[in-house]
């Protein structure tokens, strides 16, 4: 079974810096996803970034990217220019890309953002 | 575009009862998956439905069940509630997967459930 570990519960940053956060999975599987997704107060799920195993391009989106090290399974956020709007749970995932579309989720990290 | 939405967004059960929560899903979307999140983990799968069949079960007992009616929005049922039951349920809902896709869930904003 595929594991995923969040092991900084918290980290915080001042407005406008960068931060990263950490994310190692475990698996057997060659061909899968990785996804950063974000849960504000509001609950909502939303997703940050993915990246497909199968690329070794890195993934970015806007001052979001990831550094994706599919030998060390490692799979690391970095939030760049930090802003208010960027506090909240952040949850690494995990889904294989052979059977349904079960996601496996970390355990999160708070982020909050010092102004 | 609507997104998903979930119904009721709180409760309150009494040990032993039943609930059922609701879900739609986003417009065009044939799949729906369901999520318990305790306080403070991550979200855990509880099961998929594709075009109304059961598509994929986690690690959870046989008094957590679910349909998908032909619109495909979804309930989740459960039985017997437990202490432990209390959790933030979360209804996802996605494209059915291509060969090679990674079709983006789209999450509601949940049910709150409080068992006493």
């Known amino acids: 079974a595929q594991t995923v570990t969040q092991s900084q519960p918290e980290m915080s940053v001042q407005e406008a810096e960068t931060v990263t956060l950490s994310c190692t999975y475990d698996t057997s599987e060659s061909d899968y996803y990785l996804f950063w997704y974000k849960q504000p107060p509001s609950r909502q799920m939303i997703l940050v970034i993915r990246?497909?195993?199968?690329?070794?391009q890195n993934a970015t989106e806007n001052r979001f990217s990831v550094n994706f090290q599919k030998a060390a399974k490692s799979f690391s956020l970095k939030i760049s220019d930090s802003q208010l709007g960027d506090a909240a749970m952040y949850f690494c995932?995990?889904?294989?890309?052979?059977?349904?579309?079960?996601?496996?989720f970390g355990t999160g990290t708070r982020l909050t953002i010092i102004p | 575009e609507t997104g998903v939405t979930q119904s009721p967004t709180h409760l309150i059960k009494t040990r032993g009862q039943q609930v059922t929560l609701r879900c739609s899903s986003q417009?065009?979307?044939?799949?729906v998956s369901w999520y318990q999140q305790a306080l403070g983990q991550g979200p855990q799968f509880i099961f998929q439905?594709?075009?109304?069949?059961?598509?994929g079960r986690g690690n959870f007992p046989p008094r957590f069940s679910g349909l998908q009616f032909p619109n495909y929005s979804s309930e989740l049922n459960v039985n017997a509630l437990e202490l432990d039951d209390s959790a933030l349920y979360l209804c996802a809902s996605s494209l059915d997967k291509g060969a090679r896709g990674a079709n983006v869930l789209t999450f509601g904003a949940g049910s709150r459930l409080t068992v006493l």
């Open positions: 439905y594709y075009r109304e069949e059961e598509n």
């Open positions: 417009s065009g979307h044939n799949t």
């Open positions: 995932a995990y889904r294989s890309n052979f059977g349904n579309e079960k996601l496996t």
């Open positions: 990246q497909e195993a199968y690329k070794q």
